[in-house]
């Protein structure tokens, strides 16, 4: 089977890659999904896993954005053949501030326009392209919408927030947090996202779209994490108390993954210390 990354050098994609032993699809292999010509490889693959994007929540970064995020995807998905599988990978913050109306959110959350940047935006629109694409050239598709996926560190890419923590702490930097360090995230490492694709890729199903996250077993505040991961280290973290950061939205988020569980037969496999030492 041969599957193909897109972003597959990114700080999640170099994870993702190897998992698979798949071939990658980035700016550092000279590919571009905004460059048809180079979208139409996807035509070769049984698999498509796409990860590309451009991550940028600045009101200026808004029309690169759109471009990448929704016309890059429509690119690749011209190109899918019949039978072939795209996973594409969204996010929770498609729900905006709806999913602090929930303790676990489900898929079923609203996902209205309620203020989210260009970048949420951006990716529930390719949602849309996903879901007609596939229809239309009849391959199978499933969209992850992700909470916090975390992997090693790589070279030349930014880390997510959980390795930053893990780095801050191990080099005794200091960490800024947003109300104090109480909201409230899942985590999720890279490799259990990468066996939730393989378990839709080796499903039956036609069609899906799940919330993907460590679940209420891996979610905590901020501030506990920082806290457990210091304590794994056995050292103290440093935490700037002084730098009011803006609030999150939404301000807590835990993922209901009992959708995925169900269909897919999937959940986490490793538990968030398990994770996190895993990043030492």
Request: glycine letters at 6%; hydrophobic letters at 35%.
């Amino acid at each position: 089977m041969k599957i193909l990354v897109t972003g597959g050098s990114g700080y999640l994609g170099n994870h993702v890659r190897r998992f698979f032993s798949a071939d990658d699809f980035s700016r550092r292999s000279h590919l571009d999904v905004l460059n048809p010509n180079d979208a139409a490889m996807a035509a070769n693959y049984d698999v498509v896993i796409h990860l590309a994007a451009h991550l940028d929540k600045d009101p200026a970064a808004a029309e690169n954005c759109f471009r990448t995020n929704v016309e890059g995807t429509a690119n690749l998905l011209r190109y899918m053949q019949p039978n072939s599988v795209f996973i594409y990978a969204s996010t929770k913050d498609v729900y905006g501030a709806f999913a602090d109306e929930f303790r676990e959110v489900p898929e079923t959350c609203r996902t209205d326009y309620n203020g989210q940047s260009a970048l949420e935006w951006s990716k529930l629109i390719a949602e849309r392209y996903v879901e007609y694409y596939a229809a239309e050239r009849g391959f199978r598709s499933c969209i992850f919408r992700l909470s916090t996926v975390y992997a090693r560190p790589s070279d030349g890419n930014e880390p997510g927030f959980v390795t930053y923590y893990v780095e801050s702490v191990k080099y005794g930097e200091a960490i800024r947090l947003p109300l104090e360090g109480k909201p409230v995230r899942d985590i999720l490492h890279v490799d259990d996202f990468s066996r939730a694709c393989r378990s839709f890729i080796d499903s039956k199903l036609t069609r899906g779209l799940y919330n993907l996250g460590g679940g209420i077993r891996n979610s905590s505040t901020l501030r506990e994490l920082i806290e457990k991961i210091a304590g794994m280290i056995q050292c103290n973290a440093v935490i700037d108390e002084e730098t009011r950061l803006p609030t999150p939205v939404p301000v807590n988020y835990i993922s209901d993954i009992t959708r995925a569980r169900e269909e897919l037969g999937w959940q986490p496999q490793l538990e968030m210390e398990e994770g996190l030492r895993s990043l030492f």
